[in-house]
T-cell receptor
Framework: AQSVTQLGSHVSVSEGALVLLRCNYSSSVPPYLFWYVQYPNQGLQLLLK??????LVKGINGFEAEFKKSETSFHLTKPSAHMSDAAEYFC????????FGAGTTVTVRA | GAGVSQSPSNKVTEKGKDVELRCDPI?????LYWYRQRLGQGLEFLIYFQGNSAPDKSGLPSDRFSAERTGESVSTLTIQRTQQEDSAVYLCASSLSVESYNEQFFGPGTRLTVL
């Protein structure tokens, strides 16, 4: 069965530093992969998705992710963290329904 | 345009009572999904509807859970004889269709507390 694994339940970064959130998937076929963000007491918002085509995907708020089939990874990055990036981030695979990773909580230090 | 809306935003109930949670999807979206987010348990798929096709109920945790959808509009998730382990945020989402490349748009959720 398809699953995604997020490494690290909590990440703390300084404002202006690189944000790197790790996601690995298990599948024998190219998956449809998504990154969602959840701000406190809100629903989920799509950051970006990979379906087919270009493996480097750019999303909203300066985030991007690279699909690497050889590493079965879809890590999320942002070059420079902002205080407003503090939230919980979920990697997910879509096979007609979303299967989510456990989530990574990001805190940003001033 | 209007996004996915859910009501109520918060619901407190006593163990053993029945509850109904409502979801209004984005107009024109044929697919509608319910997920559950329990503290420390992550996000779990419950059920999805696609047009007039039979719903995929594979994620419903027990027969106390049921859901209905009227055409391609509102959906109601019903939990009968609520238990404390049902306490969670219930999220509804909709998409243009159930195809896996489509974005699912989420509502703000209903926070259910079972005392």
């Amino acid at each position: 069965a398809q699953s995604v694994t997020q490494l690290g339940s909590h990440v703390s970064v300084s404002e202006g530093a690189l944000v790197l959130l790790r996601c690995n998937y298990s599948s024998s076929v190219p998956p449809y992969l998504f990154w969602y963000v959840q701000y406190p007491n809100q629903g989920l918002q799509l950051l970006l998705k990979y379906t087919t085509g270009a493996t480097l995907v750019k999303g909203i708020n300066g985030f991007e992710a690279e699909f690497k089939k050889s590493e079965t990874s879809f890590h999320l990055t942002k070059p420079s963290a902002h205080m407003s990036d503090a939230a919980e981030y979920f990697c997910a695979h879509n096979d007609y329904k979303l299967s989510f990773g456990a989530g990574t909580t990001v805190t940003v230090r001033a | 345009g209007a996004g996915v809306s859910q009501s109520p935003s918060n619901k407190v109930t006593e163990k053993g009572k029945d509850v109904e949670l409502r979801c209004d999807p984005i107009s024109g979206h044929t697919a509608l999904y319910w997920y559950r987010q329990r503290l420390g348990q992550g996000l779990e798929f419950l059920i999805y509807f696609q047009g007039n096709s039979a719903p995929d109920k594979s994620g419903l945790p027990s027969d106390r859970f049921s859901a209905e959808r009227t055409g391609e509009s509102v959906s109601t998730l019903t939990i009968q004889r609520t238990q404390q382990e049902d306490s969670a945020v219930y999220l509804c989402a909709s998409s243009l269709s159930v195809e896996s490349y489509n974005e699912q748009f989420f509502g703000p959720g209903t926070r259910l507390t079972v005392l």
